[in-house]
């Protein structure tokens, strides 16, 4: 059964950090992009930062450079997302998808058309 499952969350004081894990299973990362994802209560879901798990090149929208980074880990299949300097804005269940690896840019991928595989979510609170 292909999974995706996010752990990590929780709630945080602003100028915090947390790092959030999406582990894969039931099939290998390595041919496909994967991305966090955010949605807030009342906003639509935004690509928060997308990697290519081939070869590691990134794309992180402009709200969230310079404070999160995206990484993986083959040998574990799990790819992570640090975030530092947490602000309130930052508040929203965060997801993790998967998607096969086509001819766009990880920015093109970082969309949730070109996604297959969808994590259940991770709530990060993000306040005093």
């Known amino acids: 059964q292909l999974q995706l499952v996010e752990s990590g969350g929780g709630l945080v004081q602003p100028g915090g950090s947390l790092r959030l894990s999406c582990v894969a299973s039931?099939?290998?990362?390595?041919?496909?992009?994967i991305g966090w994802f955010r949605q807030a209560p009342g906003k639509e879901r935004e690509g928060v930062s997308c990697?290519?798990?081939?070869?590691?090149?990134?794309y992180s929208a402009d709200s969230v450079k310079g404070r999160f980074t995206i990484s993986r880990d083959i040998d574990k299949n799990t790819v992570y997302l640090q975030m530092n300097s947490l602000k309130p804005e930052d508040t929203a269940v965060y997801y993790c998808?998967?998607?096969?690896?086509?001819?766009?840019?990880?920015?093109?991928?970082?969309?949730?058309?070109?996604?297959?595989?969808w994590g259940k979510g991770t709530l990060v609170t993000v306040s005093s």
């Open positions: 998808l998967a998607g096969v690896n086509r001819l766009y840019t990880v920015q093109a991928m970082c969309d949730t058309s070109m996604m297959d595989y």
């Open positions: 039931g099939f290998s990362l390595d041919y496909y992009t």
């Open positions: 990697i290519v798990s081939s070869d590691g090149s990134t």
